[in-house]
């Protein structure tokens, strides 16, 4: 599903962030992606996301080189996979329904099939009686999962997450963890960067470790925890 070779990150007026970056993710899998604040995990998230292009190497996803894509063809990729970010990023002025149902008329569906998926996607993230509400009146965990509801309604193959639980408390991340898991075993690819090593520990799942623009580890059910951190 997602494939890099040779993966090279130099920002302007920087040391590059990534350097040689060979990994691959199989459909249906769950990864998480650590390592220290700098080692690359965002630049990584955001290279699968086509949000800019490598210095140098191949990615590819969903089998397409997404580094020659046609810049009229980058908002279709992006649509094509759901994102999740640590600041939410909701309408602030718009309603949870609204917020998930404007994820759908982007992509051009009809009134029906948001007026029957929306409700669905809100109840599946435990959110269907605040359907009403504006993002000011729900807690940090409740926005994030307005987020998990609109990244999923177009039914994405792929959710990327940069530190989705950054500003959460232990017990509500574990929450949207959790959720993000059901989705995993639904079917959806997950790859999460995070710095929540107790959930990294508790989830058995596969860890990548980043350090200084390298992957220095990638286990399977691996740990937070053997990472000199
Ligand atoms: N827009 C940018 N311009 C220049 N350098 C950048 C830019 N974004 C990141 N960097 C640098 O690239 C390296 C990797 O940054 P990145 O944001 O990917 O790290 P990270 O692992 O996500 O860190 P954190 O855990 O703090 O989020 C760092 O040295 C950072 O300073
Ligand atoms: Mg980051």
């Known amino acids: 599903m997602i494939d890099m070779q040779h993966v090279n990150m130099v920002y302007p ?6 350097k040689d970056i060979n990994f691959s993710v199989e459909r249906g899998e769950f990864v998480f992606i650590v390592g220290s604040s700098g080692a690359g995990k965002s630049t990584l998230i955001r290279l699968i996301g086509r949000e800019f292009l490598p210095t140098s190497g191949s990615i590819r996803v969903f089998g ?5 894509l046609r810049r009229r063809e980058i908002p279709l990729f992006r649509r094509s996979i759901g994102v999740v970010f640590q600041d939410f990023r909701l309408l602030e002025k718009r309603t949870v329904y609204d917020n998930v149902a404007f994820a ?25 009686g ?9 807690s940090g965990g409740e926005q994030q999962r307005v ?3 609109r990244a999923i309604i177009n039914q994405p193959s792929l959710i990327i997450a940069d530190e989705p639980t950054g500003n959460l408390d232990p017990q509500t991340s574990l929450g949207i963890v959790d959720l993000l898991k059901t989705i995993n075993i639904r079917g959806t690819t997950v790859i999460m960067a995070t710095h929540a090593k107790d959930i990294v520990d508790r989830m058995k799942q596969r860890v990548v470790v980043l350090e200084n623009g390298k992957i220095v580890s990638d286990e399977q059910k691996g740990g937070y925890s053997h990472h000199a951190h």
């Not at 605040?130 to 729900?138: F, S």
């Open 104 to 128: 759908m008329q982007v992509v051009g569906a009809s009134p029906r099939e948001i007026r029957r998926r929306v409700p669905e996607a809100l109840e599946m993230v435990g959110l269907a």
């Open 147 to 149: 987020c998990l509801a």
């Open 64 to 68: 397409k080189e997404i580094t020659r």
């Open 130 to 138: 605040k359907a009403k509400r504006k993002p000011d009146e729900l």
């Open 13 to 18: 007026n920087s040391v590059g962030a990534l």
